[in-house]
Antibody, heavy 119, light 110 residues
Framework: EVQLVQSGAEVKKPGESLKISCKGS????????IGWVRQMPGKGLEWMGI????????RYSPSFQGQVTISADKSISTAYLQWSSLKASDTAMYYC????????????WGQGTLVTVSS | SSELTQDPAVSVALGQTVRITCQGD??????ASWYQQKPGQAPVLVIY???NRPSGIPDRFSGSSSGNTASLTITGAQAEDEADYYC?????????????FGGGTKLTVL
């Protein structure tokens, strides 16, 4: 059974750094792109970027390029989303999802990680 | 980046048929995928490709496409189908491997 299990909710202050995780199981982690989707409170889904754990090839949405870093450790089947300096506007639910290309079908999703940034 | 446009809200009477649409230039090149999201839950894939349902998705959900418009049809809507529905596809505007989502449609079952 394919599963993506994300790390728990985080409460941070503006300016702090953060790294959240997404651990895949039940499939060949290095053979599928895995990406991140943001959902701000009461809003829609926004695609942030993806990584191919097999070779660490990473692509970002222009809206998120330079704002976050996506990485992966294939030895432990885990993808990461990282901020170096959080802002209040980063408050959102973040989902990881396995991508099946070429049509960009997000066929399996993590349960979500709620990130709250508040002073 | 390219955009996908959805109606913000749609309603359907219990047991009737409803169509949710998604428009965008990228749909001329790529199939849309559709996701159902209920309050407090992660999205779930319901339709992908030409008209494929993942295991466990009821056959009352179907998909179709014509030109720049993709559609999700629910035939015989049930109360449990009340949710937000999102479409997505590849971004065809030049962002290699980019992905784009529609704004979402809130489905109310009356």
């Amino acid at each position: 059974e394919v599963q993506l299990v994300q790390s728990g909710a985080e409460v941070k202050k503006p300016g702090e750094s953060l790294k959240i995780s997404c651990k895949g199981s039940g499939y060949s982690f290095t053979s599928y792109w895995i990406g991140w989707v943001r959902q701000m409170p009461g809003k829609g889904l926004e695609w942030m970027g993806i990584i191919y754990p097999g070779d660490s090839d990473t692509r970002y949405s222009p809206s998120f390029q330079g704002q976050v870093t996506i990485s992966a450790d294939k030895s432990i089947s885990t993808a990461y989303l990282q901020w170096s300096s959080l802002k209040a506007s980063d408050t959102a639910m973040y989902y990881c999802a396995r991508h099946s290309l070429p049509a960009a079908t997000l066929d399996y999703w993590g349960q979500g990680t709620l990130v709250t940034v508040s002073s | 980046s390219s955009e996908l446009t959805q109606d913000p809200a749609v309603s359907v009477a219990l047991g009737q048929t409803v169509r949710i649409t998604c428009q965008g230039d990228s749909l001329r090149s790529y199939y849309a995928s559709w996701y159902q999201q209920k309050p407090g839950q992660a999205p779930v894939l319901v339709i992908y490709g030409k008209n494929n349902r993942p295991s466990g998705i009821p056959d009352r959900f179907s998909g179709s496409s014509s030109g720049n418009t993709a559609s999700l049809t629910i035939t015989g809507a049930q109360a449990e189908d009340e949710a937000d529905y999102y479409c997505n596809s590849r971004d065809s505007s030049g962002n290699h491997l980019g992905v784009v989502f529609g704004g979402g449609t809130k489905l109310t079952v009356l």
